[in-house]
């Protein structure tokens, strides 16, 4: 992984936010840190963000108007979803959303890594399918 990849973590909950950051700092990543839906679409309106955490529901909207606003600004950054651990997730709205995956509190390393891989790898295919069709 790059020191170029950007991460941009999106939770109100500054526990959940705080852990997971800690993590990710410990990795060659750029970590964006916000608190809400306003604060995340100023930062994807700025610059490419590869991977996003994001809580499914934040003071000012939802990670479902952030896919929105992504796809409108044709920034499509991978999205995984953070969760709590007694929290439902409906697993048929994710995959109709796009969502790379889940993340449920507390965090593990292995988990984060593992979301992260994942990204890149989802990148890596899309960049060589758009030189592939070109």
């Known amino acids: ?3 170029e990849l950007d991460v941009l973590v999106a939770s109100a909950n500054f526990e959940h936010r705080r852990s997971l950051i800690r993590i990710l700092e410990e990795l060659p990543l750029n970590v964006i840190s916000v608190a809400t839906c306003q ?3 100023e930062v994807l309106s700025r ?3 590869t991977l996003m955490f994001s809580d499914e529901r934040l003071p000012d909207g939802s990670y479902r108007e952030l896919l929105n606003y992504t796809d ?3 920034q499509l950054p991978q999205v995984v979803l953070t969760t709590g651990a007694g929290d439902l997730i409906d697993a048929r709205e994710m995959e109709r959303s796009g969502v790379l995956g889940t993340l449920r ?3 593990h390393a292995t988990d984060v890594a593992l979301q992260i891989i994942r990204a890149a790898h989802e ?8 030189t592939i069709t070109q």
């Open 72 to 74: 409108a600004a044709r």
């Open 123 to 130: 990148e890596r295919v899309g960049e060589e399918t758009k």
């Open 39 to 41: 604060q995340a679409e």
């Open 105 to 107: 509190y507390p965090y």
């Open 47 to 49: 610059q490419r963000v």
């Open 1 to 3: 992984m790059s020191k």
